[in-house]
């Protein structure tokens, strides 16, 4: 019998960064997971400067496109383009490259992985944690790091509450070359009809993802607004190599992040930013965090550091969220403003937090402003063919 000194439940960006800061520290350390790398993940797959920063000296990014334009729509209307010309704001990857990069890296770091089992119940006693898997083998560890994702069993152990659950749907398209050069370096978001939702399309060379997320509950208009979204762009006749569909899930703010010697990261604590719903970002720190931890035998540590360095930020996000699902349209004009579009930018590099942002007495007074307005009424979808 082996006692791991962490064991890593999912070999997703959060666990495989924790995984590679301890088995760099040292320890000795197992990664469990239930698929085998390299595999599909649904996932918008955009890199901002904050990922960027984050695996920066660990992987070479397996980019397909770096983006320098964005081009947004209203329900399909009021269509513009920004372009960054200092260069790329966004690195477009495929989850199955990106995490099977973060793999090697693990393992070169001294990880071992173990693929292709599924971990069934977690327990734990005054001596450690025990992972029975479904293969019949039980895995004694001295500390796990759950992040096999909100649904998984690392998350119910440790007792996560959500306050946002939202509902993502995807299609990889496969596109000829005169889409490819439509699209190339060049990625779109669409802001819904359904409040708090937006459809993207970002560029991943011979493919385009193509995708709508909203808040769970309106399962029916989300499939609605994603066959409009792809018939809008010329694509309903193009079949998809991949079509799924996943819950994203940000956490409450007392939620907790560990229980005994279990810690939970990325997805599995609820770490993401809410109104984008970016989440590699917050599973690498996260992941990074709770490594962290480990090492140091600081676990209380863990909440301290994801409270300072995430916590503010999705605060910030669910301000922002608020605000865009009253007000999309006015949120679509401020876009287009120089300073709105340098607020996106700041956010894409990673060079400006949301709740740095917000703090900017010209923004605090803007969402007052738009506190007081009633809410949007929705806007006539058109077709949105601009290059």
């Given at each position: 019998m082996i006692n791991w000194d962490l064991v890593v439940v999912g070999g997703g960006p959060a666990g495989l960064t924790a995984a590679h800061v301890a088995a760099t520290a040292g320890l000795r350390t197992l990664v469990v997971e239930r698929a085998a790398h390299p595999r599909y993940k649904t996932c918008g797959g955009g890199l901002i400067g904050t990922s960027l920063a984050a695996v920066a000296g660990r992987i070479d990014v397996p980019a397909h496109d770096r983006v320098d334009r964005v081009t947004f729509t209203r329900d399909g209307r009021r269509e513009f383009t920004r372009r960054h010309g200092a260069g790329p704001l966004i690195a477009m990857v495929r989850r199955d490259e990106f995490d099977d990069r973060l793999r090697a890296a693990a393992v070169a770091a001294g990880a071992q992985l173990r693929e292709r089992v599924a971990v069934r119940a977690v327990e734990q006693d005054p001596d450690g944690v025990r992972l029975r898997l479904a293969d019949g083998d039980?895995?004694?560890?001295?500390?796990?790091i759950g992040a096999d994702g909100s649904s998984g069993v690392t998350a119910r152990h440790v007792g996560v509450r959500y306050r946002q659950v939202d509902l993502g749907l995807e299609l990889e398209l496969p596109v000829p070359e005169a889409q490819r050069r439509r699209w190339r370096g060049r990625l779109l978001l669409d802001w819904g009809a359904i409040p708090g939702s937006?459809?993207?399309?970002?560029?991943?060379?011979?493919?385009?993802?193509?995708?709508?997320?909203?808040?769970?509950?309106?399962?029916?208009?989300?499939?609605?607004y994603l066959r409009d979204f792809v018939d809008r762009l010329g694509l309903a006749g193009v079949d998809p190599e991949h079509d799924s569909g996943h819950l994203t899930r940000c956490r409450a703010d007392d939620s907790p992040l560990r229980h005994g010697r279990v810690?939970?990261?990325?997805d599995a604590a609820g770490l993401l930013e809410p109104w984008s719903r970016e989440g590699i970002s917050y599973a690498l720190r996260s992941g990074a965090l709770a490594g962290a931890a480990v090492v140091d035998g600081d676990l209380d540590g863990y909440r301290r550091a994801v409270d300072r360095d995430l916590t503010p930020s999705m605060r910030a996000g669910h301000r922002l969220l608020e605000v865009f699902s009253r007000q999309p349209g006015v949120f679509h004009a401020l876009l287009?403003?120089?300073?709105?579009?340098?607020m996106f930018v700041r956010f894409c590099l990673g060079r400006a937090s949301f709740d740095e942002t917000l703090t900017r007495a010209p923004v605090r007074a803007a969402l007052a402003l738009l506190d007081r307005l009633p809410p949007a009424r929705?806007?006539?979808?058109?077709p949105a063919t601009s290059d």
């Open positions: 039980v895995v004694h560890a001295r500390t796990v937006y459809a993207w399309v970002f560029p991943k060379g011979d493919t385009l993802t193509v995708g709508v997320i909203a808040g769970r509950g309106a399962g029916e208009r989300t499939r609605a810690l939970v990261a990325g287009a403003t120089p300073a709105g579009w340098r929705r806007v006539r979808a058109a």
